[in-house]
């Protein structure tokens, strides 16, 4: 059923809001008419296109476009329109591999391997040889001098040894010496003892000391260098130099009032020598002690070793006085022989 006409509802009428412009939109039409080019936006235009063509690029920036061109040139098959391709599809080439049908055969082109230098084809293999033969070189050298240097390292200490040795030997042979001149000093026989006869006129003498009371450590002192035994002349020499060198530093720690150079004229010498003030004199220059010096240090210990065994039967390797000159018992004269 449907309903009476004067009750249908009328229809809308016609919305003229819709046909009126926006005009409180934001958006903006393009003008549907290009403007004319100007003749100084031409000439702008014409002077960037200008300066991109005369623009030279780098060499990096060159040799990357040709290689990206010749890469994109081979990884592009033949065209058919390629006057090569049609002479080849003339001949009988369908495409795939080259000649027989044969799964092992290439279907791909050579790569291209580019030259950018004037050598020749040759050269880089002549390269690699010699710098395969520069490295081998090298280890060989490093190989060398590593064992070089371990005897070179194995050299040094065992002379550091031989020196120490030479230091000993040098010592013992002082004290040896020292011993036997207080014996015949105080008149006592070194290898037999006490000689009867002279028993009144060494009651009075002290072992380290003479009929005048002069200790042996001051004879030493007073004795000159050059008059030592050349063997152990070095030992001697660096401790009368260490001494001064203590005796000085000494009396400069000890001037309070004045300075250890200072000079009194009215001092008299033993005042000067009982407070040390009068050095010692140190023999500068030693020519027969050098010449020795520079000998081979083992040739320096053999003749201290023969020395202690002909002059006084002691054996340095054994650190034993023998009582005669047979030395029973010592198994040699060289360090190996007491191995």
Request: glycine share 6%.
């Amino acid at each position: 059923m449907t309903p009476p006409a004067s009750l249908s509802p009328a229809p809308n009428p016609p919305d003229d809001d819709d046909d009126k412009d926006d005009y409180m939109s934001m958006a903006i039409a393009e003008p549907s008419k290009q403007e004319k080019e100007t003749s100084i936006q031409r000439r702008a235009r014409k002077q960037r296109e200008a300066e991109i063509k005369a623009r030279t690029k780098p060499k990096a920036e060159r040799e990357a476009d040709e290689a990206a061109a010749r890469e994109a040139g081979l990884a592009t098959k033949l065209d058919p329109s390629n006057k090569g391709a049609q002479m080849m599809a003339k001949l009988g080439f369908k495409g795939g591999a080259l000649g027989k049908a044969n799964s092992d055969a290439r279907t791909e082109p050579i790569n291209v391997l580019v030259k950018e230098d004037r050598g020749g084809i040759g050269l880089d293999s002549e390269k690699k040889r010699k710098v395969r033969e520069d490295m081998e070189h090298e280890a060989k050298r490093v190989k060398a001098e590593e064992g070089d240097y371990r005897e070179r390292v194995r050299r040094e200490r065992e002379e550091k040894r031989i020196e120490r040795q030479i230091i000993g030997a040098q010592k013992v042979a002082e004290r040896l010496d020292t011993e036997a001149e207080e014996a015949v000093h105080t008149g006592i026989d070194e290898y037999e003892g006490v000689a009867g006869e002279h028993e009144g006129s060494i009651d009075g003498l002290s072992h380290n000391g003479n009929a005048n009371g002069v200790s042996t450590k001051a004879q030493k002192k007073a004795k000159p260098l050059r008059s030592i035994n050349l063997l152990w002349r070095g030992v001697a020499r660096h401790r009368a130099e260490r001494e001064r060198e203590n005796r000085m530093r000494y009396d400069l720690h000890q001037s309070l009032s004045r300075l250890p150079t200072y000079d009194d004229p009215d001092e008299d010498k033993e005042y000067k020598q009982a407070f040390g003030k009068e050095e010692e004199e140190v023999e500068e220059e030693d020519l027969e002690l050098d010449e020795f010096n520079m000998l081979d240090p083992i040739e320096r210990l053999n003749r201290l070793v023969m020395y202690l065994r002909e002059a006084h039967r002691y054996c340095f390797w054994c650190k034993f006085q023998y009582p005669d000159t047979s030395m029973e018992g010592c198994p040699g004269i060289t360090e190996e022989d007491h191995d």
